[in-house]
């Protein structure tokens, strides 16, 4: 779509960061946005960061076909998770940024107007965190945590806010980009997002608290979404998010032995049960997912000491420096 193509009285610009989704739920999440069915005008950013696969072709198709849809390529070298929604909501024209992940699809027409709904609260309202529901065949461990995660979030079908006064909670912290949302002229103004390759979510959520603004949890606005992650590749994705929180001063510690006996006995054990018990899952599902919930506890304990030894690691080394006057 050209520039000229864009009209100025744009309420939400939904944005989506791509990079070589083919297979990983990309057409199913571009169809259920442009499905979407909102009581105002709106369009959509995709910036793809030098995708290898046949995502190019698919968005394209995309643009083609609807000319509220907008392409943008940017080289890989130039992609942050951070900076490039920061790029984004400066390329936005929507009075509200949408941001939504490749392979998080909306669960309803409604999504888009829940999502927005929550800035009529207050004027003071800056972010908007929408739910997630966990794919049916998603790994019990996951499965468990993307519930127990927003079912504290709020009440279920309801808008819930968050101000300074709760950010003891930890919930008042939580954000997820995800499914998110912000006000254009917040991210253009008091608070930008950090330009960090990770965990830049959790960053501006605590950022625009802590700046005064507010924080709505749309249990109603709800995406499906779970990585569809191997067990190889389970432990390294822990440690990417673990090592990504300590980039923006999550101080991590080391996670104790005691915790990996309790991941191993109560942990396996509520795993198991919850498989036994989740009939969305087959036979076969079941039977895998009894024998391998010892390794995936396992994997997420071994990620969490990984990157607490990359961050003592780091440390010392940035002691040494100072030592030496670098």
């Known amino acids: 779509m050209s520039e000229d193509a864009v009209t100025a009285a744009v309420t939400a610009t939904v944005v989506i960061p791509t990079y070589n989704g083919e297979h990983d739920h990309l057409v199913e999440t571009l169809t259920a946005v442009m499905a979407q069915q909102a009581p105002f005008s709106w369009n959509v950013l995709v910036i793809d960061s030098g995708s290898s696969d046949g995502s190019v072709a698919i968005l394209e198709r995309f643009a083609a076909a609807y000319d509220t849809f907008r392409l943008h390529q940017i080289p890989n070298a130039e992609f942050s998770h951070g900076g490039t929604r920061q790029r984004a909501a400066e ?195 079941r039977l895998k997912f009894t024998v391998t919930a010892p390794l995936y506890r396992y994997s997420r304990w071994r990620g969490k000491l990984m990157a607490f030894r990359r961050e003592e690691g780091q440390s010392l080394e940035a002691r040494r420096k100072s030592e030496r006057g670098d």
């Open 91 to 285: 390329m936005a024209d929507g009075e509200f940024v949408v941001y939504l992940s490749q392979d998080a699809v909306p669960a309803d027409p409604t999504w888009l107007a829940r999502m927005v709904d929550g800035f009529s609260l207050s004027d003071r309202v800056a972010g908007v965190l929408g739910r997630q529901v966990p794919r049916r065949w998603c790994f019990p461990l996951q499965k468990r945590d993307i519930g127990l995660v927003f079912a504290a979030q709020g009440v279920d079908g309801a808008h819930t806010v968050y101000d300074a006064s709760s950010l003891e909670q930890g919930r008042a912290r939580y954000y997820s980009d995800v499914c998110s949302a912000a006000r254009r002229s917040v991210l253009l103004g008091d608070v930008p997002y950090r330009d960090v390759p990770y965990a830049e979510d959790q960053a501006f959520g605590a950022d625009l608290i802590e700046a005064g603004y507010l924080k709505v949890y749309a249990d109603p606005a709800r995406v499906v979404h779970s990585n569809d992650i191997a067990l190889r590749d389970y432990r390294r994705r822990i440690l990417d998010e673990f090592a990504g929180l300590e980039k923006v001063g999550v101080v991590l510690g080391r996670p104790p032995v005691r915790e990996l006996l309790r991941e191993l006995t109560g942990g396996v054990a509520r795993d198991i049960l919850f498989t036994w018990r989740d009939r969305t899952y087959t036979a076969k599902q």
